[in-house]
């Protein structure tokens, strides 16, 4: 995508390869912010371990079937990141236009402030250069305030899904809207 800026405030774009390493650890750091006291710590280090090195953010950043978008602040820090997945859905996601959010990511100093949402904006703009017609995510079932934020994004949820976090195979709402 070319640079979305869609407020003045935060400026939107695509990542590149450099911006990998920033990413590990920012995907790290934030999941593990968000969802370190309902796990283990052997689970959280296991799944933290899987899914987050500089290795594997330079391979999804060059994967074609992935799109990674970073928000940044105006004095250049990373605030937020969004991936969309074009390459899979699950058999309840009854289109083969869709596009899975597969990660969405706000820094906790800028939950509530309307970045989510910028965020959100952009996601659907590069779906739709996709040719997407809906996009679709899972959430954890226990994360109260992110199903809420996405019902207010227009998702509704259409079943359920196994996301295993380290061995911990856990449900997550399946959540479908129309672009
Ligand atoms: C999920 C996330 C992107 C949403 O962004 P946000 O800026 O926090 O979202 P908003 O504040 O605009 O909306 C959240 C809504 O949930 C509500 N909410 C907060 N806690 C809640 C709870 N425990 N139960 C129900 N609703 C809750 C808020 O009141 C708000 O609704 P309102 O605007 O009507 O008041 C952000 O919280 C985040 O990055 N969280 C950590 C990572 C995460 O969970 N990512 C999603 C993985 S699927």
Request: overall charge neutral; some cysteine.
């Amino acid at each position: 995508m070319n640079h979305f800026a869609p407020r003045a405030d935060f400026s939107i774009r695509a990542a590149t390869l450099a911006d990998a390493e920033s990413l590990a650890e920012f995907g790290a750091r934030t999941f593990r912010e968000a969802f370190a006291a309902d796990n283990t710590a052997e689970d959280m280090r296991l799944h933290l371990a899987s899914a987050w090195s500089p290795q594997l953010q330079r391979a999804e950043i060059a994967n074609p079937a992935l799109d990674t978008l970073l928000a940044f602040t105006a004095d250049g820090f990373l605030a937020a990141f969004a991936q969309l997945r074009a390459d899979y859905a699950p058999t309840q996601v009854p289109t083969e236009r869709a596009i899975e959010l597969k990660r969405f990511y706000v820094d906790s100093p800028w939950h509530g402030t309307g970045l989510a949402r910028e965020l959100m904006a952009a996601v659907e703009h590069q779906a739709r250069r996709r040719g997407a017609r809906e996009l679709w995510l899972g959430v954890w079932e226990r994360n109260p305030r992110a199903q809420a934020f996405y019902r207010k994004c227009g998702f509704e949820k259409i079943g359920t899904q196994i996301f295993v976090v380290g061995t911990d195979p856990q449900t997550d709402h399946v959540m479908l809207r129309k672009l």
